[in-house]
């Protein structure tokens, strides 16, 4: 498989977990919210509790991609087999 070929399908994994990360996570944070007493009558605790989750789900989301990409670069010993991801960082 070419170095191309690798760097789509590297990209093309990353993009799907990324997004289900995401998903998971404000899905999570919905229920949450649904299940705190009182909030669902409440129509603008529910919209401020539901952007607030919004905005904590993509932190997380960024958090724990950034984790597991550092795990799976050692890992799969990525820098050898897609190396134009990685350049020489400058000194």
């Known amino acids: 498989m070419s170095s191309g070929a690798k760097m789509f399908l590297f990209f093309l994994c990353a993009t799907v977990f990324n997004l289900l990360l995401m998903a998971v996570f ?26 607030v989750g ?3 789900a993509i932190v997380l989301t960024f958090l724990v991609y950034g984790w597991v990409m550092k795990k ?18 400058k000194r």
């Not at 944070?29 to 603008?44: E, M, R, Y």
């Not at 670069?73 to 991801?85: A, C, G, S």
Request: glycine share 4%; aromatic share 8%.
């Open 26 to 51: 404000i899905i999570a944070f919905v229920a949450l919210i649904l299940v705190i007493p009182g909030v669902a009558q409440n129509q603008t605790a529910t919209m401020a509790l539901g952007f």
């Open 54 to 56: 919004f905005l904590a």
């Open 72 to 89: 799976v670069t050692v890992k799969l010993e990525l820098e050898k087999h897609i190396p134009q991801l990685f350049k020489n960082k």
